[in-house]
């Protein structure tokens, strides 16, 4: 069973930078995938970023790109993802997920990640 634990969330300005932490406790944290979803309220849970098993390789949702940086540190068994220039529109509970995905078509669709954290609530105010 793997736990992930969200922490970072918070109120910042528009323009502004959070940085998200997603911890897991599982010892094989380096074979999986890790993502970023996002829900903001009223709407469905939305893909954010994800980065592959060896960290060589990030995705990005079109509405982050050159924002959002994802990264992973296996010895911590943790996965960070930086936000930078936000906007209102990112506003949103932010959710941490892990999956055994190799396929490039699969780290956005959510159905395909294993793990769930709780969610991290991120406020952008204008």
């Known amino acids: 069973q793997v736990q992930l634990v969200e922490s970072g969330g918070g109120l910042v300005q528009a323009g502004g930078s959070l940085r998200l932490a997603c911890a897991a406790s599982?010892?094989?944290?380096?074979?999986?995938?890790m993502a970023w979803f996002r829900q903001a309220p009223g709407q469905e849970r939305k893909f954010v970023a994800a980065?592959?098993?060896?960290?060589?390789?990030?995705y990005y949702a079109d509405s982050v790109k050159g924002r959002f940086t994802i990264s992973r540190d296996d010895a911590k068994a943790t996965v960070y993802l930086q936000m930078n220039s936000l906007k209102p529109e990112d506003t949103a509970v932010y959710y941490c997920?892990?999956?055994?995905?190799?396929?490039?078509?699969?780290?956005?669709?959510?159905?395909?990640?294993?793990?769930w954290g709780q969610g991290t609530q991120v406020t952008v105010s204008s």
């Open positions: 997920a892990a999956g055994p995905i190799d396929s490039y078509s699969d780290y956005g669709v959510g159905l395909r990640y294993d793990y």
């Open positions: 599982v010892r094989t944290f380096s074979t999986y995938a």
């Open positions: 980065i592959n098993w060896s960290g060589g390789t990030a």
